[in-house]
């Protein structure tokens, strides 16, 4: 089992940048896929971003390509998300999430979560 910290959220008008950071409690093996996944005010759970652990391929929601972009640090077991170009929609509660096996854009296929972080996108 793999505990999973974010940071990194907080409060940035129209078109500024944040950087979201997840730490895992150990050293995630090869065949895990990290993802980011936000849940708005009385909307449910989307899929944002992830990452493979081994080879580091990428898959994007097409609401945030092009201004998200997903990394990992593998000697900080560390997957982190840069957004830019935020817009008020992108408000939302951010997680990161693990699972095994290869990368899913279905949030309830996602095994670990973290206790999620705030992003608010206001003027």
């Known amino acids: 089992q793999v505990q999973l910290t974010e940071s990194g959220g907080g409060l940035v008008q129209p078109g500024g940048s944040l950087r979201l950071s997840c730490r895992a409690s150990?050293?995630?093996?090869?065949?895990?896929?990290l993802g980011w996944i936000r849940q708005a005010p009385g909307k449910e759970r989307e899929f944002v971003a992830a990452?493979?652990?081994?080879?580091?391929?990428?898959h994007y929601a097409d609401v945030v390509k092009d201004r998200f972009t997903i990394s990992r640090d593998n000697a900080k077991n560390t997957v982190y998300l840069q957004m830019n170009s935020l817009k008020p929609d992108d408000t939302a509660v951010y997680y990161c999430?693990?699972?095994?096996?290869?990368?899913?854009?279905?949030?309830?296929?996602?095994?670990?979560w973290g206790q999620g972080t705030q992003v608010t996108v206001s003027s």
């Open positions: 990452i493979s652990w081994s080879y580091g391929n990428t």
């Open positions: 999430a693990a699972r095994i096996g290869s990368i899913m854009t279905i949030p309830s296929w996602y095994s670990y």
């Open positions: 150990r050293r995630t093996s090869s065949n895990y896929a």
